[in-house]
C-alpha cells in the first residue's frame, strides 16, 4: 500500500515551498546584515517505509492518515546554524510566517537530554490549497523543523550512528563520553557567540 495515500505530490510541492521560505529568509538577512542566516539547509519527505516502520513502532493503524496527522514529521527540515543567536532569529521569523502556525516546539539547547543532545524543534502546521487527509479545503500539512548549530549536527550525527550500530562493545562508556563531548561542544558555541558579540561591539 500507499503509506501516503497518493500525497506524496502535495508533501514534495510541501518540501519545495518551506525550503523556499528559508532560502528567501536568508537571501533577505544576508542583504540586510552581510551574513548567512544558516551554514546548511536540508529537507526530505519521510521514506515510504520509514513511515511505515513509525507507524508500526508507535502501534497506529497502517494508513495515510496515521503517516500525515498522527505522525508529524512526514516533511522534515534541518537548519544548521553557524552561531546559537541565529536558531532564534529563524524562530522569530517563522513566527511571521502567514500560512504557517507552531503547533509544538522544544528548546533542547536551553534544556539539553540527559544524554547531551541539543537541538530546537519544531512542528509546523502550514496551510495548502490542496486537500487534506481528513477533508479540509484549504488543507493543513505537518513540517518538522530542526534547528541546530554546526557543533550540535555533528555531535547528534555521531549519536544516531552509535544508536543504530547495534554491536557496539562499550556501549557505557561511550555514552559517557559523548555526554561529556556534547557539554564541552555546548562551551564553544557560548564561547563563540560571546566572542562574536566582542567583535562587533568594537565594529
Known amino acids: 500500500m500507499d503509506i501516503y495515500g497518493g ?4 508533501l514534495d510541492s510541501l518540501l519545495k515551498q518551506m525550503l523556499d521560505y528559508f532560502r528567501k529568509e536568508n537571501q533577505l538577512h544576508q542583504e540586510k546584515t552581510g ?3 544558516y551554514e546548511h539547509l536540508i529537507g526530505r519527505v519521510k521514506r515510504p ?7 508500526q513502532r508507535k502501534e497506529l493503524p497502517v494508513t495515510p492518515k496515521s503517516a500525515l496527522k498522527e505522525n508529524r514529521d512526514s516533511v ?48 509546523l502546521d502550514v496551510e495548502r490549497p490542496e486537500e487534506d487527509i481528513v477533508g479540509n479545503t484549504p488543507g493543513h500539512y505537518y513540517v518538522e523543523v530542526q534547528l541546530r548549530t554546526i557543533a550540535m549536527d555533528t555531535w547528534a550525527s555521531l549519536e544516531h550512528e552509535m544508536k543504530y550500530k547495534h554491536k ?23 564561547s563563540m557567540q560571546t566572542l562574536r558579540h566582542l567583535i562587533r561591539e568594537e565594529d
Not at 522569530?92 to 507552531?102: A, G, M, N, T
Not at 557496539?168 to 564553544?188: F, T, W
Open 7 to 10: 500525497y506524496t505530490p502535495v
Open 35 to 37: 551574513d548567512s542566516l
Open 49 to 55: 517505509e520509514s513511515m511505515l516502520e513509525k507507524c
Open 76 to 123: 522534515g527540515i534541518r537548519v544548521v546554524c553557524n552561531f546559537i543567536d541565529d536558531i532564534y532569529t529563524c524562530i522569530d521569523l517563522i513566527k511571521e510566517w502567514d500560512d504557517v502556525e507552531i503547533v509544538k516546539q522544544k528548546d533542547y539547547i536551553t534544556n539539553a537530554k540527559p544524554n547531551g543532545y541539543r537541538s530546537y524543534h519544531m512542528i
Open 168 to 190: 557496539i562493545k562499550n556501549p557505557e562508556m561511550i555514552g559517557k563520553e559523548l555526554k561529556r563531548v556534547a557539554d564541552e561542544l555546548a562551551s564553544c558555541d557560548v
